[in-house]
């Protein structure tokens, strides 16, 4: 199985900036594409980044040029680096990353329980 475990969270004021990571770890064959998704309250979880195992990178609209999303495939991370926080940008982060776990078999979604980002005054 492959575990997820995500560090970097918490509150901040506007315009300030936190850097979300997260590390995978269990019996990981490869890692494709990882990404960060945010659930705000009340909301439905939603995309904020992807990056894919080549390198390329997807932002939502309400990010773009404020996040930056980057992977250490040594490692097995992905981080999240934001700036110029709103306090829209409010929620819980998850990891997210496809994977497999055998040679053979298919690719496969996994989560982190995810960190809370506060943007307050």
């Known amino acids: 199985q492959v575990q997820l475990v995500e560090s970097g969270g918490g509150l901040v004021q506007p315009g300030g900036s936190l850097r979300l990571s997260c590390a995978a770890s269990g019996s990981i064959f490869s890692i494709g594409t990882m990404g960060w998704y945010r659930q705000a309250p009340g909301k439905q979880r939603e995309l904020g980044a992807i990056i894919t195992g080549g390198g390329n990178t997807y932002y939502a609209d309400s990010v773009k040029g404020r996040f930056t999303i980057s992977r250490d495939n040594a490692n097995k991370s992905v981080s999240l680096q934001m700036n110029s926080l709103k306090p829209e940008d409010t929620a819980v982060y998850y990891c997210?990353?496809?994977?497999?776990?055998?040679?053979?078999?298919?690719?496969?979604?996994?989560w982190g329980q995810g960190t809370q980002v506060t943007v307050s005054s």
């Open positions: 997210n990353v496809v994977a497999r776990v055998t040679i053979s078999g298919g690719s496969s979604n996994y």
